[in-house]
């Protein structure tokens, strides 16, 4: 039987198709309504798995809420509203961090997965440093690390657990994020949002599958 849940991670999945085919067609209405529908389909898949009934899924429904509203604003590429995604993602990745704080952590893994993603996030820094502005050095830095953290604590959370879902999840989610870097400060184009925007969206669906 087809369940609500995998109904809406079909529209979320196929909507972050179409998001795509609108980018090579330079449809900005498409581009806007699917991204919307998309994006609110990862939130809707949180609360259909009732997110709100536990303290781990609502710290993970208010982390989809925030990269919901940093969608919105990552809409635009004015510098204003993409500086205001940027500080939503922000915040949706402190979020993601404190809910993983609420499960249980292997140590070990989160000392090692913490040394890791700190190499790669200062790798990833002196790759974009040059392609920075003043104020952008300083955004994408605070960014980066909070990336590191959300990484490194989902990965302690299924080390622990067992489930695969938190740390998949999160690499999947800094993986994506990338892409955006990419688009934005270095090599804009299609190819960017091609992979980046389906990995993006996958990681938000198994970031809420994880509330189960």
């Not at 709100?52 to 604003?73: E, M, T």
């Not at 040394?115 to 952008?136: A, V």
């Not at 959300?150 to 892409?179: E, H, K, N, R, Y």
Request: charged fraction near 10%; aromatic fraction near 12%; charge should be positive.
């Amino acid at each position: 039987m087809v369940t609500a849940a995998t109904v809406i991670t079909f529209v979320c999945l196929s909507t972050a198709v179409a998001v795509v085919l609108a980018e090579s067609r330079n449809w900005r209405i498409g581009k806007v309504v699917f991204k919307v529908i998309a994006s609110t389909a990862f939130v809707l898949l949180a609360l259909q798995l009732h997110a709100p009934a536990s303290r781990y899924g609502q710290l993970i429904l208010i982390a989809l809420l925030l990269s919901w509203i940093g969608d919105v604003c990552l809409l635009s590429r004015r510098t204003r509203l993409f500086l205001s995604g940027i500080a939503f993602f922000l915040l949706a990745h402190i979020a993601f961090v404190v809910a993983f704080g609420t499960r249980a952590l292997d140590k070990r893994s989160l000392l090692a997965s913490l040394t890791l993603m700190s190499c790669l996030g200062l790798f990833t820094f002196r790759w974009l440093w040059d392609h920075l502005t003043n104020y952008y050095k300083t955004a994408v830095g605070a960014y980066i690390a909070a990336i590191v953290a959300m990484c490194s604590f989902a990965i302690a959370v299924s080390a622990a657990t067992g489930s695969w879902l938190p740390a998949v999840g999160a690499l999947a989610f800094a993986a994506s994020d990338i892409s955006v870097a990419r688009d934005r400060f270095v090599a804009p184009g299609l190819a960017n949002k091609a992979w980046g925007l389906p990995l993006y969206y996958t990681a938000q669906l198994l970031l809420a599958l994880s509330v189960k």
